[in-house]
Antibody, heavy 118, light 108 residues
Framework: QVQLVESGGGVVQPGGSLRLSCAAS????????MHWVRQAPGKGLEWVAFIRYDGSNKYYADSVKGRFTISRDNSKNTLYLQMNSLRAEDTAVYYC???????????WGQGTLVTVSS | EIVLTQSPGTLSLSPGERATLSCRAS???????LAWYQQKPGQAPRLLIY???SRATGIPDRFSGSGSGTDFTLTISRLEPEDFAVYYC?????????FGPGTKVDIK
């Protein structure tokens, strides 16, 4: 069965860095685009970044552009999100989600919590 | 960037009633690349509808989507107890995959 397991969350000081991982199994990882989506406590969903199945194109929300980098290693079935220059407003649960080409995200992980606080 | 607005913010209904949720885009959503998700407290979102009107795998037929261009609707024909949740629309037709702010469906 499809599994997406996020890890790497935790508490970090403002200005710090963190790298999130999303381990995928149960499907052909290299055939799917992948998203990162976040949700601040008590708030709605905010799309963060997307990477095509082969890593050829990457897209970012304006709120994270220049600070966050999405990447993937298809040989390890793993998606990454490198987060630099973190701010308090980046505090959220971060979800990874898989998306067939040209289609909506049809399966989501359970999320990992990132807290940016001094 | 396409901005999505959802209305109403909260919908208070009783089990068995019909729910109609609206999602409006600031510009036309190409090829009806509009999805609806359901989220319950403490859970990840679940895809309900994609392509504006196609039900995702395993989604009951009481859920239906319609619309095109800038106006889209999610209809729940008869609310079941497990349907009380927050619903989000999302457009995925451009290079920015924005979500709407959500509609909470709660028990009246």
């Amino acid at each position: 069965q499809v599994q997406l397991v996020e890890s790497g969350g935790g508490v970090v000081q403002p200005g710090g860095s963190l790298r999130l991982s999303c381990a995928a199994s149960g499907f052909t990882f290299s055939s799917y685009g992948m998203h990162w989506v976040r949700q601040a406590p008590g708030k709605g969903l905010e799309w963060v970044a997307f990477i095509r199945y082969d890593g050829s194109n990457k897209y970012y929300a304006d709120s994270v552009k220049g600070r966050f980098t999405i990447s993937r290693d298809n040989s390890k079935n793993t998606l990454y999100l490198q987060m630099n220059s973190l701010r308090a407003e980046d505090t959220a649960v971060y979800y990874c989600a898989k998306a067939p080409p040209g289609a909506a995200a049809n399966y989501w992980g359970q999320g990992t919590l990132v807290t940016v606080s001094s | 960037e396409i901005v999505l607005t959802q209305s109403p913010g909260t919908l208070s209904l009783s089990p068995g009633e019909r729910a109609t949720l609206s999602c409006r885009a600031s510009q036309s959503v190409s090829s009806s690349y509009l999805a609806w998700y359901q989220q319950k407290p403490g859970q990840a979102p679940r895809l309900l509808i994609y392509g504006a009107s196609s039900r995702a795998t395993g989604i009951p037929d009481r859920f239906s989507g319609s619309g095109s261009g800038t106006d889209f609707t999610l209809t729940i024909s008869r609310l079941e107890p497990e349907d009380f949740a927050v619903y989000y629309c999302q457009q995925y037709g451009s290079s920015s995959f924005t979500f709407g702010p959500g509609t909470k469906v709660d028990i009246k």
